[in-house]
């Protein structure tokens, strides 16, 4: 079901004006009280949370530790890595060369980047010694099937006969076989990685200046980039990992630089991708720069995955990430956001038609049309939908839509 059939299903327009979201003062005062006894049982160590309407703020909360072996206490304009809360942004980009009529959802990839012309699909994988053998795939991989997950493309990380190939070949994901055939399963993969290549061959430009100059800073998101000027180095957060049961310092990137791909390596605040949040919330523009056009982001909020769902992907590296994500099963795929899809079981939580994904650092955020808010919760910790990190997100998600008027 399309976003457009539930949203005339439900009675709800997509991007509507409507009265502002109120966030009652106790829900506001409840998130801060949880938030706080999560850091105190040494669940997390810090937590930025951020809460937007179309119009502005009604809820920012920092809680907790930015580092904490150093005792550092989390600010308000803590710098995230957000990793794969890239993706979003990256597809962003991608659809401004679409409404510009330079690419097409339905254009092979081969067209623009021809390493992608008739990729094969890897059948008979043996873990013993990770060979395979190939067969040719039914079709062609198109843009579309890259903003879906759906290419055939996937993660080491994620998937135990690429985690055992990369091993092996030492050959980045991109570079290998396909996992399925173009449009037939969904698989979380470095397809925006490709994208990314993409907008920098059709745009002519580097991707890293593409996003600061069409959409950073447009959107005034001043803090976000793929490196850390030096003078706001010590803003950015710690990542941790649980070290017999304690949080200790995960190996940290010491330049605080990333490299540019269209996947991941993002730097930025809550403040600033707010700012990304609200500009969707609001149809693809915020405070007179236009970033998109109403329909386009109608369009990336429906379901471009038609009968299939987003599947349970596997901890093939548990160091890197636990079995993910929430709504497996359930959920459909937009041109690069997840989206919820109607389950009683979970009612009291984010609305059918949000959208939202996360990053590997448990950074995470949705955006709930029908409600008109988009909440965003920085932790810094791995394993990717590490328990204690997901409490948290949960724990918020209910308290924000119980108190929500």
Known sequence: MSIALLAACTGTAMYAEGARPVMADAGKEAISAFVEQAVARGDVPGVVTLIVHRDGVSYAGAAGKQDVARNAAMPPDAIFRIA???????????????????????????????????????????????????????????????????????????????????????????????????????????????????????SGEPLDVTLRTRIFAPLKMTDTGHSVPGDKVARVVTVHARQGGKLAEAPNEPNQASPVRGDGGLYATAHDYGRFVRMLLNGGSLDGAKILSRQTVRLMGENHIGPIFIETQPAAMPQRTRPFPIGAGKDKFGLGFQITMPDPNFARFRSPGSLSWGGINNTHFWIDPSRGIGVIVLMQVLPFYDEACIGVLRGIEEIVYRHLK
């Open 84 to 202: 794969s809360m890239t993706k979003p942004v990256t597809s962003v980009a991608l659809m401004m060369l679409v409404e510009q009529g330079k690419v097409g959802l339905d254009d092979p990839v081969s067209k623009y980047l021809p390493a992608f012309d008739a990729r094969p699909v890897i059948v008979n994988f043996s873990a013993a010694d990770a060979s395979y053998q190939t067969r040719p795939a039914a079709r062609a991989i198109t843009i579309r099937h890259l903003l879906t997950n759906t290419s055939g493309l996937g993660y080491a990380f994620s998937d135990p006969s690429l985690e055992r190939i990369v091993a092996v070949s030492k050959k980045a994901e991109p570079e290998l076989p396909l996992l399925h055939d173009p449009g037939s399963k969904w698989t979380y993969s470095p397809a925006t990685r490709v994208l990314g290549w993409m907008v920098e061959e059709v």
